[in-house]
């Protein structure tokens, strides 16, 4: 039997009421938009809900300088859920415990229309952004608007482009999207080679024979699955 789910005990109305008093929506990408190349069941649909209108009831104000936000776990599932259990009466299950969110129904009904802000975060790092945003038109999911998709990849390049200068070589075990995205901040990378090894091959390499000249190397970035 499946464990229970954060939204079980809610009908459609009080989704709804949830979802207007909500600003953003932080997803991970892998698990809980897809599985491998196949979409999770409901997540396009609730993707395409949350960048485009959202009716819902008027909500009640913001105060100046808060704003409401919704993370959507690993262990998000989309799936469509049925109740009548007053929103006074649940219990919001604990950060460890899997959350649920579903499709809304298409109904729609008087009240304010807005966007939601839907940001991306993934700790996969062997993708560019260019091959991320791909993935999002093959699977059809709405592409995601400027500045919302961040990898443990992309922010690594970021990271780099600031602490290093335009030219410097960086030593990457990785696979090559983490390669390319830190040569398009401008720096130069080696190492792809090493890109499937585990950590214990790594050590056994004897990598720290490339850092005896510090004018050769001025970064080590290591990714392992």
Excluded at 46 to 54: C, I, T
Aim: aromatic share 8%; hydrophobic share 40%.
């Amino acid at each position: 039997m499946d464990p229970e789910r954060f939204l079980d005990g809610f009908s459609e109305a009080q989704r709804r009421s949830l979802v207007a008093d909500i600003d953003c929506f932080v997803f991970d990408c892998d698990g809980v938009l897809w599985a491998g190349d196949r979409a999770i069941d409901g997540a396009r649909e609730l993707l395409h809900q949350l960048s485009g209108p959202v009716f819902a009831p008027p909500r009640s104000p913001v105060r100046a300088g808060t704003a409401s936000a919704f993370t959507a776990s690993s262990a998000v599932n989309f799936t469509s859920m049925n109740s009548n259990v007053a929103p006074s009466s649940i219990t919001p299950p604990s950060p460890s415990s899997p959350r649920t969110f579903t499709v809304l129904d298409s109904a729609t009904s008087p009240g304010s229309s807005t966007s939601k802000q839907v940001v991306f975060v993934t700790n996969n790092a062997t993708k560019t952004k260019t091959a991320f945003e791909h993935k999002f038109q093959l699977l059809g999911f709405p592409a995601p608007k400027p500045n919302t998709l961040m990898s443990s990849g992309i922010a690594t390049a970021a990271y780099l482009a600031r602490k290093l200068k335009h030219g410097d070589k960086v030593y990457v075990v990785g696979e090559p999207g983490l390669h390319d995205m830190i040569r398009q901040v401008g720096l130069h990378t080696f190492g792809q080679e090493h890109a499937s090894l585990g950590f214990k091959d790594f050590v056994s390499s004897k990598p720290e024979r490339l850092l005896t000249n510090p004018d050769h190397v001025k970064a080590v970035v290591l990714s392992f699955c």
